[in-house]
């Protein structure tokens, strides 16, 4: 007999994350975990050391709901700077509790029960529980590997007169896309035409490599008006544990944003806020060089991988590379393929049909590369002994 009443159906429903899965596998076999996505050195030790400072000058109470003001102003001058984007530091930003609670707050903000939104597969992971537990209806539109384009016809039929918003991520996460002008065109004329507004997931804007340019959506004409930008401290210095993330946009939208935020956590700890202020404000190199160190990591990974017989796509973005690991001949599918690959060769991987709903294509792996060189050397010459064992089975 049951002792209480069942509890939220779809959070029962729901796993823990496979980026926890997976640290948690790795550390339980000492691998080396290119899973989650975390860089392994910390970021600028001049931010780090503003945010020390700034425990010790007695600003510890609440910051302001919407953010810090001197932030606040970063992220609207960074907004201008980058992009070329007028954003009010007043009305147009809040500062939040990281990129995951920015996603979530502007989904509140957005959608009422009932409303479609149209998602993108593969999809970063917390995008669909949210909008299930809104109450929204998603609508999923799947990019095909290896090059990943936009499916017009299929992304035009996911439109229709309920709805209310599409959620884009780019530079992508896990496929390393960035979206192009003409694909970004193409879904600005969507949602003019379907008067529906786009909550754009930015966090890895300055993460771009091969030439390629991030383009924030909100840059397109008719977009601004419907567009929440948000944008993530964790990615832009490497301080992924930091979790301040921000969001700007119409001061229409921005002011029920802020209202999700009050709900959601309140507020940001001011001394990270603090110091993400003064790293937004750093010269261009600062934001060339992250960008062109991962792009020789991303390289150094990619060469590695071939040269065991991993198929890679290509990854214009972000921290990851996929690899096709079906001409490995491995008996079994991506979720064994992490799982053998973390326990006996001792690297962590990413399985990218968690990043499915439903039926998924089943050899494809996700690797970070957002490593020491070193670390990424080790990585490869233990998958070589692993590969050269050639096993043809999954673990039991
Ligand atoms: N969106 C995407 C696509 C991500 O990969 C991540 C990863 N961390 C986030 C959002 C969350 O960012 P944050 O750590 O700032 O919450
Ligand atoms: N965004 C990171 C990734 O994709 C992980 C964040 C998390 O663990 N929630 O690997």
């Not at 039929?157 to 599409?166: E, M, R």
């Not at 009050?262 to 001011?270: D, V």
Request: with cysteine.
């Amino acid at each position: 007999m049951r002792a209480v009443k069942p509890a939220n159906s779809l959070l029962s429903a729901t796993g823990t994350t496979i980026f926890t899965v997976m640290s948690a596998l790795a550390a339980r076999h000492q691998a080396i975990n290119l899973g989650q996505g975390f860089p392994d050195t910390e970021g600028p030790a001049d931010i780090v050391r503003i945010a020390a400072e700034a425990l010790l000058d007695h600003r510890n109470q609440y910051p302001p709901l919407t953010g810090l003001p001197e932030l606040r102003e970063a992220v609207a001058a960074a907004n201008g700077r980058f992009y070329g984007l007028m954003i009010d530091p007043v009305t147009g930003v809040v500062v939040t509790s990281g990129a995951t609670e920015a996603i979530t707050a502007s989904l509140m903000a957005l959608l009422n029960p009932g409303d479609e939104v149209v998602l993108i597969e593969p999809l970063y992971d917390t995008y669909l529980p949210v909008v299930k537990l809104l109450g929204a209806v998603p609508r999923l539109v799947r990019l095909q590997p290896p090059h990943w384009e936009l499916p017009r016809a299929a992304l035009e039929a996911a439109f229709g007169p309920k709805t209310k918003a599409l959620l884009l991520n780019s530079p992508m996460n896990p496929t390393g896309k960035v979206f192009t002008p003409e694909e970004l065109g193409f879904i600005a004329d969507l949602l003019r035409r379907h008067d529906a507004y786009a909550v754009c997931d930015e966090v890895y804007e300055h993460l771009v490599f091969s030439g390629a340019r991030h383009i924030p959506l909100a840059t397109l004409p008719g977009m601004a008006e419907r567009s929440l930008r948000i944008g993530s401290a964790g990615k832009t210095f490497s301080l992924t544990g930091w979790k301040v993330g921000y969001i700007s946009g119409p001061a229409a939208l921005m002011g029920l944003v802020a209202k999700a935020h009050q709900n959601l956590t309140f507020t940001t700890a001011p001394n990270l806020q603090r110091a993400v202020a003064a790293g937004l404000a750093k010269p261009d190199d600062y934001f060339a060089g992250l960008a062109s160190a991962l792009e020789t990591r991303r390289d150094q990974l990619d060469a590695g991988l071939r040269r065991l017989g991993f198929h890679t796509l290509a990854s214009a973005g972000s921290y990851f590379i996929t690899a096709d690991v079906s001409p490995l001949g491995f008996a079994g599918d991506d979720v064994a393929f992490c799982q053998e690959i973390t326990a006996r060769a001792g690297v962590a991987a990413i399985p990218v049909s968690a990043f499915y709903v439903g039926e998924a294509p089943r050899q494809y792996v996700r690797f970070a590369f957002c490593k020491r060189e070193e670390i990424l050397e080790e990585a490869l010459r233990r998958l070589e002994g692993w590969v050269a064992a050639r096993p043809l089975t999954a673990l039991a």
